[in-house]
């Protein structure tokens, strides 16, 4: 037998551990476990838009399209750009993806050569880890400062000769923080001194908590088609609960960057959904539902998180997305032996942080050796709370529990 190949050394996401670790205790007890790990919404996709795949299928409107997308949704996507991010862009730099991590995953391919460096954030979507491992770029990671917010001079520091691009995700996941106009001003210009590329991951652009997310490509309105550097990529995933339809988009910010994401979508998916697509037609008419959604996870984050802040576990409350990273280093107990000991003793899932801190060791051909976590991710967990919001409050509660019993017998349960 051969070596292993290359994606076969990439670490799995983390989160399949503690799906299966939820279910198989729900089996054991036949109770139901309280899955502040997970990040599905408790709201529903708008019903007009569950309609339209339904009528698209029954007349037929199923052939494929081409890579890109079909042209209606692009422009109407287009439109969105414009008005909601203030773009100025057109439909021929936009991609429609079978959800944004398909997007976010060619675009990585598309963009990395050999030896090619990527900074990305020390705590991140383990999946962006994957892709761009897969695409053959090499990770360098940025430390996060105060709030998990990333600053330019951390950047800096991490450049080297062989950095090509940058990966930014506000607001981001795991940890909330979302970045503000003066830091991506720092990173642009720093990106055009070092020629890099950035790559800007909005899957989360509704849900902004303080003040309106800012869309890093509206930065580069007045550079040049050529020079701009900034790509995009969106979800209808988050904003309409519309996780299992697959529909994302990307945004690329030149004539050449579109040719190369061309050829990889050719190569990978010959074209979206096409009864998705006309479901997304429908979704960008429903933005009330959209600014609903924001409203409902935000009244959740500002009920139950403060408590987590009162006891010490969070520092502040995120300023966006669907999760927030407590530190629960005053248990005693490290991430991965609280989560055990929440799920077993409570019945309630959360994340270590760990997947979400991998430092990958590579091989000179871009094998992953070994892959640890970071030490300062040690007693960091996530929790989701776009949920219902009273198993959010059960869950919260029962984790205060365990926090208190942790602390008064010194980490042991
Ligand atoms: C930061 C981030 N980006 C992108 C995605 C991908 O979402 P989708 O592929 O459903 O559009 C997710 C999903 O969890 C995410 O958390």
Redesign the pocket.
Known sequence: MGPVPRAGTIPPSCLHAVFRAAEERERATGRPVVKLHV?EPYFPPPREVALAVEHAVRDGRTAYTSAEGMTSLREALAVKLETENGHHTSAERVFVTP???QG?AALFQSLAGPGDELLMPELH?PIHLQQILLAGFRPVFYPLGPGYRPDVESLRAALTPRTRAVLV?SPA?PTGAVLDAESMRGILELSRAHDLQIIS?E?YEHFVYEGDHISFASLENGVPEDERRVFSTF?F?KSLAM?GYRL?YVVTPNAAAAHAMRVVQEASIIGPSTPVQYAGLIALKTQDAVRANARMVRANRDRALPALREAGLLAELPQGGWYAVIDVGSTGVDAETFAAGLLETHDVGVAPAAGFALRPVLSDDGRVLSADPSAEARTLVRLAFCGDPDELDTGVTRLLTHVRRLRSHGGSP
């Open positions: 990040g959800g944004s991590c976010l979507w995700n996941n991951d899957a979800s995933s996780t994302g």
